[in-house]
């Protein structure tokens, strides 16, 4: 019997770029997305015979039904609707542990997609989602691991948008100008976590079984900046944000509760920071993965000219 992996939710961006991996994989599991709206799921996914989308809202408990799954990868999604971020999050982690719990057969392994720096309890922003969602899941099958990647590099593509403008010129979060904070790309990313769900059944060595994911190196704003004109080739002007005008800044672009947990999440990988202070850390754990995708090639197969 070939492995059965549910994805849910299977719209967010470590959710697409996993199924993408799993279904060319060698191993050929059956793998089912779970959507809000299944008709999200990519032409080239619906076409795949060993894949099946199915309408699922992890914030509808009943919904979910992980019955005759292997392996359930769960991407905690982050809420811009107006809710509170931790309760939501809490509300959709306890769901998860529900279907877990009553699924017939039940799944051997979940993996819970988290991030850098949510081994912290506070001081981490938005990143309260991932730490909430760990805590509530870290006993919720008998396999449980736990993916710790930093920022996307493709998080980075609004840079392109940017700079449209006459003379091209982008904004940047990360300040000073050359402090280097981790970054990997989705590719090393989903990668990663489709081995973990691939070998499912395998023994692991606890329970749950945290690993951090980084890039082959942490960038900084001028990386970023010397990448970018790599790829377009132009010459583009950098305005870093200081520190204390990170809420102002994502106050532009999301309601001012997100702003603040943006801001914090942001400040996090500053210098001081939480998630800065253990770099040494994540880059020397035993266990981390460490990816190899450099920034410029992750920008230039998104850049479209
Ligand atoms: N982005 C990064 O750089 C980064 C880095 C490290 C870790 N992470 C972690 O990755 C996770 C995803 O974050 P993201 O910002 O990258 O988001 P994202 O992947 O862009 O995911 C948002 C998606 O979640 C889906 N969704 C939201 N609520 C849902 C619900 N109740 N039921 C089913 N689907 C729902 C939405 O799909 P529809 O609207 O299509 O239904 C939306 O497409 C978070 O836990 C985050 O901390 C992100």
Redesign the pocket.
């Known amino acids: 019997m070939p492995l059965q992996i549910t994805v849910v ?1 299977a ?4 959710g697409t770029a996993v199924i993408r991996v799993l279904l060319g994989s060698e191993t050929a599991p059956v793998v089912r997305g779970y ?3 299944p008709a ?1 799921a990519p032409a080239d996914f619906t076409s795949h015979p060993s894949f099946e989308a199915v309408k699922a ?3 509808d408990g009943p919904t979910l039904d992980f019955s005759g799954s292997d392996a359930v990868f769960y ?5 811009y609707d107006g809710r509170e971020n931790g309760e939501v999050a809490r509300q ?1 982690a306890v769901n998860v542990n529900a279907a877990l719990g009553a699924a017939k057969p039940s799944p051997k392994r979940l993996l819970v ?1 988290s ?1 850098m720096g949510a081994e912290h309890s506070s001081g981490i922003g938005i ?1 309260k ?2 730490h909430i969602s760990d805590d509530v899941l870290k006993e919720s099958a008998p396999e449980v691991v736990i993916a710790r ?4 590099q493709e ?1 980075l593509a609004h840079v392109f948008e940017e700079i449209k403008t006459d003379p091209p010129v982008f904004h940047s979060v990360f300040s000073p100008a050359d402090h280097q904070v981790p970054m990997a790309s989705l590719t090393d990313i989903s990668n990663a976590c489709a081995q973990k769900l691939l070998e499912t059944g395998q023994e692991l060595p606890a329970r749950p079984y945290v690993f951090y994911i980084t890039g082959p190196r942490n960038y900084s704003s001028l990386d970023v900046k010397a990448a970018a004109e790599e790829v377009t080739g132009k010459k583009i002007d950098l305005v870093t944000i200081p520190k204390d005008d990170l809420v102002t800044f994502f106050s532009k672009q999301v309601g001012a509760p997100i702003a603040a947990e943006l801001a914090e999440m942001t400040v996090a990988t500053l210098p001081g920071g939480l998630i800065a202070k253990d770099l040494h850390v994540y880059d020397n754990d035993k266990n981390t993965y460490k990816g190899r995708v450099e920034l410029v090639d992750a920008l230039r197969r998104l850049y479209k000219t």
Do not use: G
């Open positions: 939710p719209s967010t961006q470590a959507y809000r709206d999200k809202d992890v914030s991407v905690p999604p982050p809420t959709n997609f991030a990143l989602i991932n990647p930093p920022y996307f998080s």
